[in-house]
């Protein structure tokens, strides 16, 4: 399967902006807006400097669309990959994990009971301080696939995995985040 | 296949079935010998999927970082305490009005008078960025990309005064469209708009003074359409006649930077109605 953003037309709206259509490019942008805007709020939990971040992501694009070959990554993939190696830049120069201590996790969890489970209601703040507890790869396949919307192959090509591993990473991020979700420790080793 | 692959392959395509817009029940009613393994999995993903789209940034916000986009990123969102490299906006103030006299009112040397193609015409360029960028206010700024706007122009005349002109035209008309759309964005920051008061300056029984904030963004307003308006009084019939009389190859892309300058320019009129 596709991933959501793959939608028709989205090629050519890139080549156009290659060679410059600023008009292509606003239509490209608009249509990834959202999802990396959202994928940088998930990871640095701050609105102002999301804004910041989801602006240097599209700069960087518009700065090296010329250089984007089709044929490599696809395209919205080459995008949330320069977002991430945004984000481990910023953390590598502000020496910061990005993430909530772990004793804050019984703070953070929702309701101990099964019954509410399926109710359970998210902020952004608290689902960001969450993924704080998984591990980078596991953070980074929840956001490709539920953020960014990309599919198992495309998150793989992304990061540079194999599907199989994709899956089992997709499979632990949402074990730990059930757990964290419903106030139970992560087992040893998993967060 | 162990059962804890199939559980995973099984999770895998509910997921993508749910990212396409299945309901979680509907995911497990495909599985039904993995259901209770699946079920607090796709319920954690659904609610992960509901937090995630609750996100949704303003119209402003988009059309801020869109327009520094276009812009390479010069000017940054504005901070509450700090602006550029941590400065205070009333210290960059002086150095600001500094480089805008040095920007809008020539450039030191060969520079002002530097015609893209030129080797000092990146300079004079660079310049003006900076001053956009340390410029404090969005008026300021609205007002100055209007002006850059005016240059773009100049530039352009005196191109084909000297018989020259090639893509030069193009990127030109590029960067105008550009300075369009920058006043109009730069000018909808200004604080102060209070939709609840109706049309500004509006006649009739209901019009007041206006507060301080709203008459400054009035006044910017006006400047800036006026700008933009005689620039297409003098600009449209202009280059459409150097469209016209463009050589055939280069004519479609011409036409091209010429409908967008054109589109973006009436857009920035419509917002500042």
Redesign the interface.
């Known amino acids: 399967?596709k991933g959501?953003g793959a939608v028709p037309g989205l090629d050519g709206l890139v080549a156009q902006a290659q060679q410059?259509?600023?008009?292509a490019?606003?239509q490209v942008?608009?249509h990834l807006?959202?999802r990396v805007?959202?994928y940088m709020?998930?990871r640095v939990g701050v609105p102002?400097e999301a804004?910041?971040l989801?602006?240097?992501v599209?700069?960087r694009v518009?700065e090296a669309l010329t250089r984007y070959q089709p044929r490599g990554l696809p395209f919205e993939a080459w995008v949330f990959r320069i977002a991430h190696n945004l984000v481990v830049d910023r953390y590598r120069r502000q020496g910061e994990r990005g993430a909530a201590p772990l004793d804050t996790a019984s703070s953070l969890a929702g309701s101990h009971d099964p019954a509410e489970?399926?109710s359970?209601?998210?902020?952004?703040q608290r689902?960001h301080a969450l993924l704080g507890h998984l591990t980078e790869l596991q953070r980074q396949v929840?956001l490709l696939?539920?953020?960014a919307?990309m599919?198992?192959q495309e998150t793989a090509r992304a990061l540079n995995k194999k599907e199989g591993a994709v899956?089992?990473l997709?499979?632990a991020a949402?074990?730990n985040?059930?757990r964290l979700?419903t106030g139970k420790p992560l087992p040893e080793g998993k967060g | 296949m162990t059962r804890e692959q199939e559980?995973?392959?099984a999770?895998?395509a509910c997921?993508?079935r749910l990212?396409?817009g299945a309901t979680v029940e509907e995911c497990l009613r495909l599985y039904p010998s993995l259901a209770r393994d699946l079920e607090?999995?796709l319920?954690?993903?659904s609610?992960?999927?509901?937090?995630?789209a609750?996100?949704?940034?303003t119209p402003e916000?988009?059309a801020r970082?869109?327009a520094?986009?276009?812009a390479?990123?010069q000017e940054?969102?504005p901070?509450g305490r700090r602006g550029v490299l941590g400065w205070r906006p009333w210290m960059l103030a002086p150095l600001a009005a500094a480089l805008l006299g040095v920007a809008v009112w020539g450039v030191s040397g060969a520079a002002a008078q530097s015609l893209p193609g030129d080797p000092l015409y990146p300079v004079k360029t660079w310049q003006e960025r900076i001053t956009l960028t340390l410029t404090p206010s969005p008026g300021g700024k609205a007002r100055l990309a209007a002006t850059l706007g005016q240059r773009r122009a100049q530039e352009a005349e005196r191109l084909l005064a000297r018989g020259e002109g090639g893509k030069e035209l193009e990127a030109l008309l590029?960067r105008m469209?550009?300075h369009a759309h920058q006043a109009a964005s730069y000018w909808a920051r200004i604080p102060g708009d209070d939709p609840s008061r109706g049309p500004a300056l509006g006649p009739g029984p209901r019009a007041r003074p206006l507060p301080p904030g709203l008459a400054r963004k009035e006044a910017v307003r006006q400047e800036v359409r006026r700008m933009l308006q005689e620039m297409v009084a003098s600009q449209d019939p202009r280059w459409q006649e150097i469209v016209r009389r463009a050589p055939p190859g280069r004519r479609p892309a011409l036409e091209?930077a010429y409908q967008?300058w054109r589109?973006e320019v009436y857009k920035a009129l419509r917002s500042l109605e």
């Open positions: 399967m959501k410059g259509d600023r008009r490019f606003a942008y608009e807006f959202d805007y959202r709020l998930l102002e804004e910041d989801t602006q240097e599209f700069v518009w489970e399926a359970t209601r998210l902020d952004v689902l929840v696939r539920f953020v919307g599919s198992i899956k089992a997709q499979h949402l074990e985040l059930r979700l | 559980i995973r392959e999770l895998s997921l993508d990212l396409a607090p999995l319920r954690t993903a609610t992960l999927l509901q937090t995630t609750s996100v949704s940034p916000v988009r970082v869109l520094n986009v276009l390479g990123g940054r969102r901070r590029d469209a550009l091209r967008q589109e």
